[in-house]
């Protein structure tokens, strides 16, 4: 007979960090505060494991704690996104407030900078990287001569 | 009152902090064009959770499942984001991964 605890465990660790990157960013996005939020995933989180010490089974146990500990790691990454977005690490959403606040300021962009392919070099190398990135690309090219 | 769940809650954030390590250091070593491994590694271990007869074993085994099929997707966000010199960039000629030609026929997946 098949044992089907691990599968369970994991399409809810994948959804539960497909929901932390995704869902986070989203509702960061549009939440003109983020504190109620925030709030709301901690406090689901600590019910969802308090749930799972009481649980009839190991399989629905492990699901809600999984579940409870990756949404008070999210409500944790709604802080560290906005700080993303700060740094212009994330795009700012000019609909939301607070956003277009930091728009305003200068201290945030509208461009993902995520958002495309890997280029295979460093967009801005620093003075190292470029001394190393030069001294790479000469030798690869004795040896491929 | 049983504390089994919480151990496994437990388990998936050591294993999901594991998770951005192996993912920052295979970016770096290798190169985000491996990422089908990664995906095939974390596939097997939940088809091998099916036919593990214990559900603990099974649980652990497909937690770590689903975490490696996720970094296989954070690989190519995590070569722009060194590329973007917000973490550090490998200048060295990165090893190309067996059946490259068939990598490069599929965009790299990621969240």
Redesign the interface.
């Known amino acids: 007979m098949l044992q089907f605890a691990g599968f369970w465990m994991a399409m809810v660790t994948f959804l539960g960090i497909w929901w932390g990157h995704v869902g986070v960013r989203w509702l960061e996005a549009h939440s003109p505060n983020i504190w109620p939020p925030i709030v709301v995933l901690a406090l689901s989180g600590v019910a969802l494991n308090g749930f799972s010490l009481f649980a009839p089974n190991l399989t629905l146990a492990g699901v809600s704690s999984i579940l409870g500990i990756t949404l008070m790691w999210d409500a944790l990454e709604m802080y560290r996104q906005q700080q993303r977005v700060l740094k212009k690490h994330a795009p700012a959403n000019p609909d939301n407030p607070r956003h277009a606040a930091y728009l305003a300021a200068g201290k945030a962009i509208t461009e993902d900078l995520l958002d495309r392919e890997p280029q295979g070099t460093p967009d801005v190398p620093s003075a190292p990287q470029r001394v190393e990135f030069c001294r790479a690309t000469y030798e690869r090219r004795e040896v491929e001569a | ?6 151990a ?3 388990f ?2 050591g ?2 902090g594991f998770g951005f390590f192996w993912v920052i250091r295979m970016e770096y070593y290798l190169g ?1 064009l491996w990422w089908p491994y990664p995906m095939a590694l ?1 596939i097997l ?2 088809l ?9 074993w ?6 770590t ?3 490696f ?2 970094g296989a997707t954070e690989l ?2 995590q ?8 973490f550090k ?1 490998n ?3 990165k090893p190309d991964p067996p059946g490259l030609r068939w990598i490069k026929k599929i965009k790299a997946p990621h ?1």
Do not use: C, D, H
């Open positions: 009152m049983s504390w089994e769940g919480i496994l809650g437990l998936s954030l294993i999901i985000y974390g271990f939940i091998v959770s099916f036919f593990i007869g214990n559900e603990g099974s649980a652990l085994l497909g937690i499942g689903g975490s099929i996720w190519k966000e070569a722009v984001r060194a590329e973007l010199g917000w960039y200048p060295r000629r969240l």
